[in-house]
């Protein structure tokens, strides 16, 4: 059992909740305060009580986080003797965000979700789940908070951890001529799958930068054993000012 004390004034409250149940600990983590002491107790990773004075619950919670300071500890094996609570920390958290608004996203155009399991745990409204099926279809950020309660959905997830920017892998590959294909770019099949991972879809065209500033958008495929070439046939090389053995950029749309 753990007694040394830590300060709020180094710690991110919120963080430390989600490093503790991440790691699925069971316990009770206590903050000492000149106004009282908040508790929460955790089991199995999940939320079973939370108290601060009179408060219980996610109220007890938004009294802490309204003035986040005190000293804390976090004892290892203790249950509460009458848990009021059975929920993910996700869930008590987006309630309360709903009284205590987080920040704005901070970024304008497509995201993605960082985890799916985290998402599933939850339980989402149905206007709800069709702003996270905007989401899943790349609609820009700054299109979906167009409706006030989309945004303020936005910037609760992204306050968790659970959504962020979408940002394409860049590859730098080396130019070289097939003749295996007509009209379309070669890259390689782990490049291409890893593409696919963060756009939740197949990239039907690439973006190639060359060093001085010169993009071309070309049709693209996968290829298996590719490495870090990016295999173009005579007809689209003649089309562009690239040549053999060119290193390009190239990020797929």
Same mark, same amino acid.
């Given at each position: ?153 936005? /910037?609760? =997830?992204? @306050?968790?951890? %659970? ?6 892998? +860049?590859?730098? *590959? ?60 005579? /007809?689209? =090389?003649? @089309?562009?000012? %690239? ?6 950029? +190239?990020?797929? *749309?």
């Amino acid at each position: 059992m753990t007694h040394s004390t830590a300060s709020l004034e180094t710690f991110d409250f919120l963080e430390l909740l989600y490093l503790l149940t991440d790691q699925g600990r069971s316990g009770v983590l206590t903050v000492f305060r000149p106004d009282g002491q908040f508790q929460a107790w955790l089991e199995g990773g999940r939320i079973r009580h939370l108290e601060f004075g009179r408060d219980r619950g996610t109220k007890a919670l938004v009294t802490l986080m309204s003035d986040p300071r005190g000293r804390f500890q976090f004892d290892e094996g203790l249950s509460h003797p009458d848990p009021r609570m059975d929920a993910p920390l996700d869930e008590v958290t987006l309630e309360l965000l709903d009284t205590l608004p987080p920040p704005p996203v901070g970024f304008d155009g497509p995201a993605r979700f960082t985890s799916r399991e985290r998402l599933a745990r939850i339980r989402w409204t149905l206007r709800e789940q069709a702003t996270l099926q905007l989401v899943d279809a790349q609609r820009p950020v700054a299109e979906i908070s167009v409706d006030p309660d989309a945004r303020r959905l936005l /910037e609760k =997830l992204h @306050r968790i951890g %659970l959504l962020v920017s979408r940002k394409s892998r +860049v590859a730098r *590959l080396t130019v070289t001529v097939t003749r295996e294909v007509r009209g379309v770019a070669l890259v390689d099949d782990l490049i291409f799958r890893r593409w696919k991972e963060d756009m939740v879809r197949l990239p039907q065209t690439i973006a190639v930068r060359t060093d001085d500033g010169d993009v071309y958008t070309l049709p693209v495929r996968s290829g298996n054993n590719l490495a870090a070439l990016l295999m173009l046939p005579p /007809e689209l =090389l003649m @089309r562009t000012s %690239l040549r053999a053995g060119d290193s390009v950029l +190239v990020r797929p *749309l």
